[in-house]
């Protein structure tokens, strides 16, 4: 595959077909080490550094059914690897299905962040890139782009996006959420890393602004 920025987009879309079962380790500035295991869908292991272990099962969020209708059979979701996206020539996805019932998303540890990072559906759209070059993070090749967020952009969660900036705390304030207030300082532009082979954000680090701590890092190990 040619890294332009078309491709690089294709790619933040293209987690969910690219792999099925993921183990690795997630450092960050102010976060402990966590060594993980993702099996799509629906099941996390995490093991912090202290030794202590959470099972998580299912998505990050409960659908429920109303109807006044006694026959009412609730209709059945599936997850988008039983679905077929439109891929482009080099085998990343053009277009994501959009059926409402299909069930995005792994499942969440801590925050919404965790499972973008995962899913990096939200730094397809709605943000703008430069700097686009080719890496190796951990003897694995990735893709690298600097980029903020613009108009448009839509982050799984509007509490903990990952480019969080004046674009995101703008709309947040809009949608009736907490907001840092006036002075305060943005990041310039975020540095990211897409791991080539999953899609999945191994890399995201803030340049200049008030959170140069807000970063994180994923060495996949298989």
Same mark, same amino acid.
């Given at each position: /595959? ?11 879309? @293209? @987690?969910?077909? &690219?792999?099925? #079962?993921?183990?690795? =380790? &997630? ?11 993702? $099996? ?11 030794? @202590? ?18 026959? =009412? ?10 679905? +077929? ?15 409402? +019932? ?10 919404? $962040?965790?499972?973008? /990072? ?14 686009? &070059? ?17 108009? %448009?952009?839509?982050?799984?969660? %509007? ?17 009736? %959420? ?5 002075? #305060? ?25 008030? &959170? ?11």
């Amino acid at each position: /595959m040619e890294l332009t920025e078309d491709a690089f987009r294709a790619l933040a879309r @293209s @987690s969910p077909w &690219r792999w099925s #079962t993921l183990h690795f =380790f &997630r450092r960050g500035g102010e976060e402990a080490t966590v060594e993980a295991w993702v $099996r799509r869908p629906g099941w996390l292991r995490v093991v912090a550094a202290d030794g @202590s272990e959470q099972v998580v099962t299912g998505l990050p969020y409960a659908r429920s059914f109303v109807s006044t209708d006694p026959d =009412f059979v609730a209709p059945v979701t599936r997850p988008p690897q039983d679905v +077929a996206p439109a891929l482009r020539d080099d085998g990343l996805v053009e277009v994501r299905p959009d059926e409402w +019932a299909i069930d995005y998303d792994d499942p969440m540890y801590e925050n919404f $962040r965790w499972v973008a /990072m995962l899913d990096p559906v939200e730094l397809s759209d709605g943000v703008r890139l430069w700097g686009l &070059r080719e890496d190796e993070l951990f003897g694995r090749p990735v893709w690298r782009s600097m980029m903020v967020a613009v108009d %448009g952009y839509e982050p799984r969660c %509007g509490c903990c996006p990952l480019l969080w900036g004046e674009i995101s705390e703008r709309d947040e304030a809009e949608a009736g %959420g907490p907001v840092w207030g006036p002075g #305060t300082a943005y990041p310039e532009a975020y540095d990211v890393a897409l791991d080539v082979a999953t899609g999945v954000v191994v890399s995201l680090r803030p340049v200049g602004g008030e &959170r140069a701590q807000d970063w994180f890092e994923v060495e996949i190990i298989d």
